[in-house]
């Protein structure tokens, strides 16, 4: 028998269980996110369902894209928008949808139309919301693009479009054709564009011309793109009333730009030119200044017995201009239309090396002028050196000094291949050194130059100019009877007195007087009494006793005038005291005053002994007996003396002396210096003093000094050997410890180009060899320690460009042809060449562009301080350096490098859309507004007369309205769906509403009227 199968009580609690665990789950998922709607489609929670329609927006983000690289990042974030809320009184609420959706990402040309190019490597979710992508970008042509992200949900799509600039790092150059234009003519310009990085044309690289006014205001904007070999170019017409000034072109594609300027103003080519120059390269002491040259019509024929005026000005050094040379000279061109100004010695006083500049103006027989200017080069020593060293342009005693000397004439024309010998001109046992310039005249050599000693620089001589006494000014002239200022009439009579005035300065000291003077009715000073006391003041009463005002009623007046120092010589007197010292000081002032009448400007020596004074007073008498001991070391010349001598006797006292006394005075001669003889200290200091003596082919060509300052060692410096190398070869790096470093030297070192790293090295035995890529050229560098060495690959086979003409001279009319060679290396090549051609005589009006504009930005390198003021950056990269030395001087004083990343710059982009409410709104609100509308005029028709109508109708109507659009299958709602009853709309709209705006006849609305808006927001709930 079988026996039956029994079932554990425990069992049935299994599913009990389950279920109250589910029911509990559930219960617990409402509770804390009661919209499941939401959080189960979109992965969206909000703590309450949307009270309305869901809005859908898109943001974009991309970054580090670049193209042919698949290191780029794009996210889209979809975002749903809702109201919560009632009526107008709703808010806005949004959250990041996590699933839901799908999402598209597309790639546009800058027209919006679909392109190839962009490839979606990677898809992941984005941790708080929407979808990243991992793209590639293909190798696509410079310009501007957009990026598209379509998202679809079960409530709305959303595209979104954002600008998306892909452009290479680019080198821009701007050009006119000239840069002088009159208003009325067309402005030619024209840009290259080079990628940065190797410097190659951007063919078809789309941007943009912007042509500024003075003012700043765009006058063109116009989009262009390059052409071959990256030219593109433009035109601008000048209007006839276009404003005058420094107008600007810009040619701007991507982040790179250029602008030049030019002028418009309305101008003449001169008729002739003047040339000028010196009769001498340069000039030493005692050689005669001469100025001399041409001036010729633009047909060649010369412009004869014309007036030249000839100026010096000083261009550069400490040495002033002698007096006589600051006024300009005048002669005539002779019938060759030479002339030649001859300024004199040049004065033996020289000192340095000094630079004029000649101005000469010509002005032929119609009037017209026209100028031209040379430099003049005056040096008190026949050979000009300069150095550069490693230790700041210093050197140091006891320690090997690596330095570069340059010697060339005094008006720069360098020594060529010369031997210079360096001593210390202060050890007669100093054997020297010796060493060979190169093709610029730069040596370089290695030097201990000992102890460092005290070099004394002279002051620049004075220049005493002759004394222009400055007159005297009336201050204020006022009759006082009428209490005003004189009349024109009377300012011409009293500026008549301004000669006889200045004999009176001889008493100032720079002192104002004022003088009240008395005039009858024809116009003659009756009285004239000085406010004042002293000779100065009596001399100008005296003076204005001689005035002749003009004839009217009688009038009295105070005059002030401003009676300036003469200048002239004068005692200052100190006193020893006594009982009557005060008065007496008094008397033998104004004595010493009087006393100026015998002195003559710069007379005597300043600060001398006089006279030892000794006087005596006796009680009630005013007369004061002097005895005057003269040393006699003064410098004035006996005349003087006595005349100064008798002046002081006559000092005596106001009034009688109330008792006996007796002084001494000290009377000490004081001299106002000339204007101009303040001389200047000699500045001293602690320096290294080197004679250099040049020869060449055993003919001494000059000597020179050489002053430089002491210098420090730095802790570490990197040599580099050479400094100078082409691709494919080895650079060596020498790492030069100085006293004070402390710490270990690298294991390993590396090259770079910018940022690029070119090569790595081993470190040893204090030095690392480097291996230049044959594909790198440029500015090469690596740092350590703070020390930096530059290095400078020159290109293996430079790009060069000759110009030939098939005639030397053409007649007006004719045709030049011109032939235009470009080569790499030694072999021809293809080039873009840019050729413009500008009348020479426009140089005299504004500065013309230079052969090696190109240079101000291919060559991004720059040197602060070049060596010897010429050697840069520019110069070295354009191969305008022809000495070896030169060139590497040229490398130790490289300043600031370009360091760029290498290729593309990642490109971003971002962006968003935005919920468009005001359009669905404002339609719809219009639509239930006409329908409203027209049910009041319906109104207005069919009722009777006494009806009135009410808000409550009002609101009828407005929901009728809103009924009858809904059966129609087109409801007026808003952006969120909410149908547009009165408790929705805005308060804006609310007033267009109001019936007393609806109703044709006034009288159909009641008197007692309440505003509608503010009775809506109060009746009318949602």
Known sequence: ????????????????????????????????????????????????????????????????????????????????????????????????????????????????????GLTVVEREKRGGGGVRWRVKLDDL???????????????????????????????????????????????????????????????????????????????????????????????????????????????QTGEASDTVTFDVRPFRLPRFTVEAAGSRRWYAIGQPLVIEGRAAYSSGAPVANAPVKVGLRLAGGRWPLPIDWEEPREVRTGPDGRYRVDFGAVPPDLMDRATLTALVEVTEQAGERASGAAQVVLSHESLKVEAVTELGDGLVEGFNNRAYVRATTPDGRPLANA?????????????????????????????????????????????????????????????????????????????????????????????????????????????????????????????????????????????????????????????????????VDRALGEASTLARRCLQRGQGVNGSLFANVHWVTSKGSERIDLLLEQPGHDGLSPTASSCVASALRGASLRDPATADAVGVHQARLSVPAPPGTRREQPTVSTAYELKVVARADGEALGDGRLILPVGAVPNMRLRATPSLTTPDTDVTIELVRGPTWRGDLPKEMRLYEGTVEVAKAEVKDKAATFHIPADVEGFLYTEFGGARAVVFVAPADPLSVQVASDQKAYEPGGTAHLTVTTRHGDAPVAAGVTLVGVDSLLAQLAPLTGPDDFGRVTVRATSDQPPFGTFDARALALGQIRGENAARAAVMRIGQLPRDPAGDQPASANGGSVVVTDEVLVRNFYRALGRTAAAIRAWEKTAPAQEQLENDAVVGLWDDALADLRKEGDPAVDAWGRELSLAVLPREMLAQVDPRKLVSDGTRRPEDVEDFVTWVVREVQP
């Open 1 to 116: 028998m079988a026996s039956k199968k029994r079932w554990s009580p425990l069992l049935s609690i299994v599913p009990i269980t389950f279920m109250a665990m589910a029911t509990c789950g559930c219960l617990g998922l409402f509770t804390a996110a009661p919209c499941l709607r939401t959080g189960v489609r979109y992965g969206l929670w909000p703590s309450s369902c949307p009270d309305t329609d869901m809005r859908l927006t898109t943001q974009i983000n991309a970054w580090g894209l670049v193209r042919g690289r698949d290191q780029g990042q794009v996210e889209i974030v979809p975002t749903a928008h809702w109201l919560r809320g009632e009526g107008r009184d709703a808010y806005p609420r949004e959250g990041q949808l996590y699933r839901g959706y799908d999402a598209e990402l597309q790639l546009q040309d800058h027209d919006g139309q679909p392109i190839e």
């Open 141 to 251: 042509p410079d310009g501007d693009y957009q990026l598209s992200a379509t998202t679809t949900t079960s409530f709305e799509t959303s595209t979104h479009t954002v600008p998306l600039a892909l452009y290479a790092p680019a080198l821009v150059h701007t050009m006119t054709d000239r840069p002088l234009y009159k208003p009325g003519q067309t402005v030619l310009f024209r840009s290259a564009t080079l990628r940065r990085t190797d410097e190659k044309p951007l063919e078809g690289r789309p941007g943009r011309w912007v042509v500024r006014s003075p003012s700043g205001l765009e006058m063109l904007v116009e989009k262009d793109a390059a052409g071959p070999w990256g030219i593109a170019d433009g035109s601008f017409p000048i209007d006839e009333d276009a404003e005058q000034g420094q107008w600007s072109v810009t040619w």
């Open 419 to 583: 031997t210079l010998v360096l001593t210390r001109p202060y050890d007669p046992t100093d054997a020297g050194k010796t060493t060979t310039t190169d093709a610029d005249g730069v040596a370089a050599l290695q030097i201990d130059p000992g102890p460092p000693v005290t070099v004394v620089q002279p002051p620049p001589p004075p220049r005493i100019r002759p004394f222009q006494p400055t007159p005297p000014s009336l201050v204020d002239g006022r009759e006082l009877s009428d209490t005003r200022g004189l009349d024109l009439e009377e300012r011409r009579a009293v500026d008549r007195l301004q000669p006889r005035l200045q004999e009176c300065a001889v008493y100032s000291r720079g002192e104002q007087v004022q003088v009240g003077a008395r005039v009858d009715r024809g116009g003659a000073v009756r009285v004239a009494i000085p406010m004042q006391d002293g000779p100065l003041a009596r001399c100008v009463a005296d003076t204005v006793r001689g005035l002749r005002m003009p004839a009217g009623d009688d009038r009295t007046y105070t005059l002030s005038w401003s009676i300036p120092d003469a200048q002239v010589p004068s005692l200052s007197l100190s006193s020893s005291g006594g009982p009557m010292g005060g008065e």
